[in-house]
């Protein structure tokens, strides 16, 4: 399982997966926007969308959990 | 019988001068042997640091109680040019620091100082030898007075490759890089067991003092590595890039052009629109000469890049917004790694080369609660007081205070340059035309509208560079694609009087 977290204080912008999708690692799961730039967070690793625990327009925090990848080729 | 002992005692002795001394010499191979799961013994670490066969050891036949001094000091080549090393010799007492071993860590160091050579510390040590009480405190006082004393004459780079705990751990801090063995190397001012003791603190040492731990989050270390020959590798290739001690003549090479294709891309790497991320490595591909180079820092502060690599052939300090992570924001963190990259570059004469797109200081409680004020500081006052050539190149964004801290001219850069693009100004369009139009865009009926509307002629009519540059603010307008050029010619005239062009 990879936590995938916000790397700056910012504004859930676009949701680009929701669970069960299937993610490779470099995909772009979100994007945020924090001080008028478009910040992409992406998957660091291959996977199964699990928990999504935000919203788009949601403000999230740097280090909140922005999308949970379950049965990651980490987990292997 | 009596016949008997006196040849057996006749048989023994050609052990002459040149048998004793064979012996000896054959102890103290053995006795630097590693322990554990460290990889090489003291002197194998020199030896792997330095040119081969060029290691001279000092001192060899110091020692505390005949067990050995703890440390294995000396000199030898690196490419050819002078470095002074001591290594930690785990092998006595776990390189735990007393009077001998300090001794022979300030032999060294004085001789670097005195002779102007770098000094490489190979760090494995538990800390101040207890045993030795107050002479051992006394020891490493001695080798921080030396760290601080050297910082102003020559290069000083600690590598980790075991316990670097309590005292020991203060003199990496007062040198300018370190680089750490991962689960190999661990640096803190208390272990595990004290801390338990202490505060009832349940850690780990990796989580107390790893490699990765000091990389990432708390700056301690600036470079991570996954063995012992990647950490002497990566202490080399630092030493390529800096002059022997400071005023001395810089390492300049034969100047390679920048990577063709990288080169090719540059007038459409940055995209237009101001909110689109990219990758600041491949503008400096597009820029610098291509071969070696050595990011320092890359996991801390990532918004910001401080990177050694070269151009025109000359060694050069790059400071870059990384818009790929965090937007590129400036922060306390990322204030006091370029700070300390600048002031470094400035101390050894290294030319200090900006690329900036920044979108500002972050805002915020969190950030001002870190003291980002102090920390801003400490980037305004390296700028200032470089006394390296300064050049800077707005490639796209820059704004507000961001803008000053990045090496702006007012700030004494030697050249500043805007691609035709970018945008400077004292703020960013959105949050300016909020301030400058307030009561147009509350009367309005369609604010959404007007606010884009008065945003985009801002940009147009404000941010763009031709007012810097009219203003003096700018050298000149550039392209892309004559950022190379334009550099280079500048980087030989700043240098010209050093005279020490290939």
């Known amino acids: ?76 | 019988m009596t016949q008997n002992a006196v040849t057996t005692v006749h048989d023994a002795a050609p052990a002459g001068p040149r048998d004793v001394l064979l012996q000896r010499r054959a102890e103290r191979a053995v006795r630097v042997e590693p322990r554990g799961r460290r990889e090489h013994t003291a002197r194998e670490r020199a030896e792997m640091l330095l040119d081969a066969g060029t290691f001279v050891e000092m001192t060899p036949m110091r020692s505390s109680g005949g067990a050995g001094s703890g440390v294995v000091a000396g000199w030898g080549l690196v490419e050819g040019r002078p470095v002074v090393v001591a290594s930690h010799d785990a092998a006595v007492a776990s390189g735990a620091i007393g009077p001998v071993l300090a001794e022979g860590v300030m032999k060294a160091q004085r001789l670097a100082i005195e002779r102007g050579y770098p000094i490489v510390y190979v760090n494995d040590s538990g800390g101040a030898r207890i045993h030795d009480g107050i002479f051992a405190l006394h020891g490493c006082g001695g080798i921080f007075k030396l760290n601080v004393e050297a910082q102003q004459v020559v290069p000083q780079i600690s590598v980790i490759v075991g316990p670097c705990a309590g005292a020991a751990a203060y003199s990496p801090a007062l040198t300018d890089w370190t680089i750490m063995v991962r689960e190999q190397g661990h640096m803190f001012l208390t272990g595990p067991e004290i801390v338990r003791a202490a505060t009832g603190e349940d850690a780990t040492a990796e989580a107390i003092g790893g490699a990765d731990m000091h990389a990432i989050e708390s700056g301690v270390a600036h470079l991570a590595v996954d063995s012992e020959a990647e950490a002497l590798d990566a202490a080399r290739r630092l030493l390529s890039f800096l002059p022997s001690h400071k005023g001395g003549a810089q390492n300049v090479q034969d100047a390679r052009p920048a990577d063709e294709v990288a080169a090719q891309a540059l007038p459409h790497l940055v995209p237009e629109k101001s909110s689109i991320v990219f990758d600041m490595h491949e503008l400096l591909d597009g820029v610098l000469d291509a071969g070696d180079r050595l990011e320092l820092m890359p996991d801390h502060g990532r918004s910001m890049l401080t990177v050694l690599g070269r151009l025109d052939g000359r060694p050069v300090g790059v400071v870059a917004n990384q818009p790929a992570a965090r937007g590129g924001i400036l922060d306390a963190i990322s204030a006091v790694k370029a700070a300390r990259f600048v002031e470094f570059c400035s101390r050894f004469g290294l030319p200090v080369v900006t690329f900036v797109d920044v979108p500002g200081f972050l805002p915020g409680t969190v950030e001002e609660r870190r003291g980002v004020i102090t920390h801003g500081a400490k980037m305004l006052k390296a700028y200032a007081e470089a006394t390296s050539p300064v050049l800077t190149v707005v490639v796209r964004k820059a704004y507000g205070g961001a803008y000053i801290a990045m090496g702006a001219s007012s700030l004494g850069a030697d050249a500043s340059w805007a691609w035709a693009s970018s945008e400077i100004a004292v703020m960013g369009p959105g949050g300016a035309v909020a301030l400058l139009h307030r009561r147009a865009l509350q009367a309005s009926d369609d604010p959404a509208e007007l606010r884009d509307r008065l945003a985009a002629e801002y940009r147009e009519n404000v941010a763009r560079p031709y007012l810097a540059a009219e203003a003096g603010i700018v050298d000149d307008v550039i392209l892309p694609e004559e950022t190379r050029s334009t550099m280079v010619e500048t980087l030989r005239m700043l240098t010209h009087e050093a005279g020490h062009r290939g």
């Open chain 1, 1 to 76: 399982m990879a936590e995938v977290r916000a790397e700056i204080v910012g504004n859930v912008w676009k949701l680009l997966v929701a669970e069960g999708d299937a993610v490779s690692a470099g995909d772009t799961l979100a994007v945020l926007e924090s001080m008028k730039m478009e910040i992409p967070v992406h998957a660091p690793v291959t996977g199964v969308v699990g928990h999504v625990p935000v919203a788009e327009g949601q403000i999230v925090q740097e280090g909140d959990v922005v999308v949970v990848i379950e049965g990651s080729s980490t987990d292997a």
